[in-house]
């Protein structure tokens, strides 16, 4: 399986153009449909935190799962995946960093482990961001936390431009 890596900071968006949304709260997720009337699952504060996402474009549904530390990786999708009830031979799956660099240390999962475990169900596309390395300090140290959105109509996966809030 290819692990295609992809730039979110190219393709960001207002938080205008996500409402209405359907709000993933840390350490849980969501699935749905897409609806003109939640046409959007969005996740905010991704720091340590890491992003799950699945899509399915035939049946325009999606998961979003804002995801903390964890220490059985394997049972974690295996939720996820249960709950998702797609067909991931048709599937798109996203693996997005918070933008904390340590995001990988302390009882955080890494990449590489979430992309391992995912390759086991085979999606059709995996997708790996690692935004930290753009978006954790800038020329101040100020410390950034990010927010991403999935477009259940089209799939999209896409950093907010308000998702680069200083917290500190």
Not at 103 to 126: K, M, V, W
């Amino acid at each position: 399986m290819v692990i295609e890596n992809i730039r979110l900071s190219r393709n960001k968006i207002s938080n205008w153009n996500v409402e209405p949304t359907l709000e993933v709260v840390e350490g849980a997720f969501a699935v749905a449909t897409y609806t003109p009337e939640y046409p959007n699952l969005t996740t905010y504060g991704l720091m340590c935190c890491k992003a799950i996402i699945f899509y399915d474009p035939r049946e325009q549904k999606g998961m979003v799962c804002h995801m903390q530390d964890t220490y059985d990786i394997a049972r974690l999708i295996e939720t996820l995946t249960a709950a998702f009830e797609g067909n991931f031979g048709e599937v798109s799956a996203f693996v997005v960093s918070g933008s904390w660099q340590n995001s990988e240390e302390g009882g955080f999962s890494t990449i590489r482990e979430l992309t391992d475990e995912i390759a086991n169900y085979q999606p059709a596309h995996l997708f790996v961001n690692r935004g930290y390395m753009n978006v954790g300090y800038n020329s101040n140290r100020d410390v950034w936390e990010r927010s991403v959105t999935l477009d259940l109509g089209s799939g999209e996966v896409r950093q907010l431009l308000s998702g680069l809030t200083k917290i500190m």
